[in-house]
């Protein structure tokens, strides 16, 4: 199956793996998946608020930039890996690769994968949570209504649903929804960034935007000076920026991903860090009532209070900002369609291996769409599981989210830290960043060091069991089950797990030779 001209199918045969899916996806497609799944305007929406009430302004806008300029560092530590492996899994193959055969290595993959796998997941329910509030939120601006527990439970099942079944698709069909969703999050954006400050009664200053620290959270939550403030305030942009391995994950369906995958890493992240720095600015600038942000109609949802105010302030009504409200809806839908597309490929590539209970189940293609579609269905149903308890406690919920962000980032960080120890392991693909080794990877290893300790500070002091940081807990607590999983007597998986081992590799052709005297000096 496949085109056997293609490099990046030539490299994954010289990895030990078969063509199994159709390759479709190309640079812009690829980078469009990503993009949307990010989606500049879920983050900005869902958590403005996080990054307005620690510190302002100033916090938002600036932490925004600080937060690209490290995630671009890891995007291209990322996409230099990618290249020399272009594979779906993205983090646990590459670990799988750079770690070895050892026992210990076979552990280290096994872990990095099912943090992977419970990242993906739980990012998958907390986008359709988003969705649910969003339209939960829209209810209540509009007409006061506020959404039951089981009428918001309805509508993330919906949401999930409907994304699943889309997921379902076969590789062109996905690839058509990847570009569609950029298409809209672009044309959207560019609708609210042009409609908004025109229809605005009045602008905020640019002082304000840029300048203006709000440091009333520190003492109200008895934090210890503006600096730690700020630090809180940071996540605000962190969570826009989860998910660019996407087209790592897509490698198998990318022409040649070697070239075409690392390329949409960083195409994707620069597009979001530019649309996403204006949609912010714009979102700021156009803040009407800032006393109102926290205690408006829209309960602290900061985006819709924004349009809201606007439209209430030019024509004494507010329905035309809940009706540009949909257009961040459908953005943040199609964000979970495309997280539930990519979590589905790496629970598939994981099963490849051998990797999770009945993995024969989920490693299966579908013969029509050439797609995994059981391992789909899988992702859903335990994003709808996931979604029983965060409707009903809120530190459910933010213990969940805490796993998505530490989860993803630390299986990041494992192939990095083994590309920066065991470089000689590593053979250079056609995407190189050679004369910035061995810098790059340290300090894109040392950001996801520093955004993990962000996400680990407590948010109040002195610290209770109302106001605990789930984020170290919740790390901890799927390390210890994860490594119980390893050692159980009989059953456990250091009996069954092989990791690489069991792949049969072919004798070398002539494209791999070439890759051998290309190994990296860092």
Not at 3 to 15: A, F, M, Y
Not at 285 to 302: H, K, P, R, T, W
Request: with cysteine; net charge neutral; glycine share 8%.
């Amino acid at each position: 199956m496949g085109d056997h001209s293609d490099t990046g199918q030539i490299r994954l045969e010289e990895l030990g793996y078969k063509q199994e899916m159709s390759r479709r996806f190309g640079v812009i497609s690829s980078s469009s998946a990503s993009f949307s799944l990010m989606s500049f305007m879920t983050g900005i929406t869902g958590a403005l608020s996080i990054g307005y009430m620690n510190g302002g302004p100033l916090a938002a806008v600036w932490g925004w930039i600080i937060v690209s300029m490290g995630n671009l560092l890891v995007g291209l530590a990322m996409a230099e890996i990618a290249s020399s492996y272009p594979i779906a899994g993205g983090p646990y193959c590459w670990t799988l690769e750079l770690g070895g055969t050892s026992p210990f290595f076979t552990l280290v993959a096994w872990m990095t994968g099912w943090l992977n796998v419970l990242g993906q997941f739980t990012l998958t329910a907390s986008t359709a949570y988003l969705a649910a509030i969003h339209v939960s939120v829209m209810f209540v601006v509009s007409n006061g209504h506020q959404l039951t527990t089981f009428e918001l439970f309805l509508t993330y099942a919906i949401c999930l649903l409907v994304a699943g079944t889309i997921s379902c698709s076969s590789t062109r069909g996905i690839r058509l929804y990847a570009v569609y969703a950029a298409t809209f999050l672009v044309a959207g954006g560019a609708f609210i960034v042009a409609v908004l400050p025109m229809l605005a009664p009045t602008l905020q200053p640019a002082s304000y935007v840029f300048t203006y620290f709000d440091a009333s959270q520190r003492d109200a939550l008895g934090l210890p000076n503006d600096v730690y403030v700020f630090l809180l305030g940071l996540l605000m942009a962190q969570y826009s920026y989860v998910g660019y391995e996407m087209p790592a994950q897509i490698s198998e369906e990318t022409i040649r991903a070697d070239v075409n995958a690392p390329r949409a890493i960083i195409l994707s992240l620069l597009s979001t860090f530019f649309c996403g720095f204006v949609f912010l600015l714009v979102v700021l600038f156009c803040i009407q009532d800032a006393s109102l942000l926290e205690s408006g109609v829209a309960n602290g949802y900061i985006v819709v209070q924004v349009f809201y105010d606007v439209f209430k302030g030019r024509y004494g009504s507010g329905l035309g900002g809940i009706a540009l409200s949909g257009i961040p809806l459908f953005a943040i839908f199609n964000s979970t369609v495309l997280c539930m597309t990519n979590n589905a490929r790496m629970l598939w590539s994981f099963s490849r291996d051998g990797g999770v209970p009945l993995y024969r189940v989920w490693a299966a293609v579908n013969s029509r769409t050439k797609t995994p579609i059981n391992a789909t269905w899988a992702m859903t149903a335990l994003a709808f599981m996931l979604g029983i308890p965060i409707m009903f406690s809120t530190t459910a919920f933010t213990a969940m989210a805490s796993i998505c962000l530490t989860g993803l980032y630390t299986s990041y960080a494992v192939p990095i830290a083994l590309r920066i120890v065991y470089h000689e392991r590593f053979e250079v693909g056609p995407f190189k960043v050679a004369r910035l080794q061995p810098f790059l990877n340290i300090l894109a290893l040392l950001w996801i060091v520093f955004i993990a300790v962000c996400l680990s500070l407590p948010t109040e002091l002195p610290v209770t069991s109302h106001n605990l940081n789930w984020a170290p807990i919740s790390l901890g607590l799927v390390m210890v089950g994860v490594l119980i999983a390893w050692y159980l007597p009989t059953i456990g998986a250091r009996h069954w797990f092989r990791g690489k081992n069991h792949i049969q590799r072919p004798a070398a052709p002539e494209a791999s030779v070439s890759r051998q005297a290309t190994r990296s000096r860092y």
